[in-house]
């Protein structure tokens, strides 16, 4: 079976991970925690990292912290893992969905504009939703299949709207826009180390911000917001056990020590897909937006023209023949618990959910034909 | 240093978790989930298991299918670690204290009936606060450093005021009560393998039921309430990921395999201080509760009388010595976050705060004199 993307450890893991084992150190305080963290910070350039047990648990703390909280609205694309909502709902909000952009397939700045001059006002400094009355909390931008959305403009239109920037950049670890790692223009991002993800932690992800005192709750929201003393127990809010344990942190300094090289074999295999589907009719490879250099977290193909069963037929004949191919997740304004929320013209992500096909995209694919 | 309680890897850990890395299997699924869960219900006699990613994820997971939301009150004792009242918190409700017994340290069954006659009343089969017209949604009781609390008595009353029992076994793992084993009387009990516990899987956690609906559910709603589908991702209530990775579940099962001889070991070092405590004056060393063979998780001793500054003497000079010991959790009704959370009188959970000092109790201090 050629999996969609498959783990890849051959540097350093088992040393630290032994390591751990030998000396005890397992849990939830431990050098390699530390270390974790400050290689975070000098990859993406973004200042603070706090390592957390995964991804979903990262966008919890990044809307808890831009202050979601019972019955606001956030703003995000209906074409995202279902973490980025669950997040939003765990907050008591409710997500508001606007559309993607056919070039990115992330949130779309011209749907954004066009859905906030409909539907919201400023009142007393605060977006509220016109219709509904609620606030306005933030808008989550995702990184979607690693490439990065518009950042400059979405960013621009935020501030304009008086709304705080979320980077779900759970799958974008790798992939810079405009120079910088992508996580640099949101007040917060959430970073996932996923079995799945190009750099995995076993299960863990990460808060980054440029923040200083952002950075410190943060950390003190996901570590029981114990407040430091010699031996008394003393937590100063509700807070959440959401520490990356010390085993999973040496994994990922093994594996963050291979990023660059995991994303040039990446990106060498996307360019190798891009040629293939260069003369194939009626599908066509997606490649990174103008601004962007990708990841290439999972290649995707794109059937030309909307047509569920001609996805299927193809999702059906590659699972089949041991080829792991997905179609996109449905998307968010379909599923259930999301059924009421409100949401603008979809009509892009609907149109990509039955056109987009996600390919094998391992690093050693990217390797194996050098 | 003489830790109050550090891990012992000598089994099987190295073998199993460089199974996961050889094999790639390190994240969300993989054959060590399975059978950690399996080896959980053969130790326990707990027919169905969850690996989780801690004992806080276990506790909201097991208040949530306990039905707890916005504004239900939540029985619980006041001497417990902070995780217990966060995880109500989590699901919208409040903590109402009800005061330990000395006897086991744990909730006190005849201060939970004082405390439900005094201020509970069922209305149309409901437990309602007379008071505060609140609903009382659950009853936790907690096995406070691993002694069994009177469960018989416990799950009795509340099964007279209509009351899920939870028990957070979170310190109990090994633990029996009247022959069975910790969590068999609960609705639902959460088991917690954070590095400090008997036994680790660096972080992790496990809801154990013995009803195959909650069982269900439990699976469901901790694996993001993903629906199964060959390639679909469709969900169907907001769910949570708070799956326990491979790798930790590699590390775990080969802890599970010493438990038996970490509890023989633990017991025999009880039994050492309870010898060497006999004829010390003004001081105690707390042993088992009648009907409990406890894992003496925590060995703890206790000052005859209360008395906050000699507690203070003798944590600054066994620290400062090098030998770990903590006092008491802070008691969850003076923290901030639950100062307005309504309670009875709690004079012995307040006594035992003056009085209780946990002293090391790793496995290795019960195996080293033998």
New interface residues.
Partial sequence: MAALH????RGH??EY??E???T??????GKFVDRFETMLVDYTGISHASAV?????ALHVCLMLAGIRQNDEVICQPLT???T??AI??CGGLPHFVDVSPTTLGLCPDALETRLNETAEIVDGVCQNRLTRRRIGAVVCMHTYGHAVELDRLAALCARWHLPLIEDAAESLGSFYQGRHTGHWGVLSAVSF???KIV????GGAVLTNDPYLARQAKHLTT???LPH????????????Y??????AA?GCAQLEQLPNYVAAKRTLAQRYAEAFRDVANVSFFTEPSGCCSNYWLNVILLDHPDRSARDAI?TAT?DAGLM???A??LMHR???YALAPHGDLKVAESLYDRLINIPSSVTLGESHG
């Fill in positions: 498959e783990p890849l450890f893991e088992w991970v032994k751990c084992i030998d005890g150190w397992v849990s939830t305080a047990v995964n991804g979903t648990a893992f279902a973490a909502c669950a709902a765990y996923n079995g799945n995995t932690t076993g299960g029981t917001a114990k010699r031996w008394e127990f003393e937590h100063d809010r509700v807070g959440y056990n520490r990356l344990p010390n085993l999973n994994l999702l699972n191919t997905r179609p997740w449905q599923l259930a618990p």
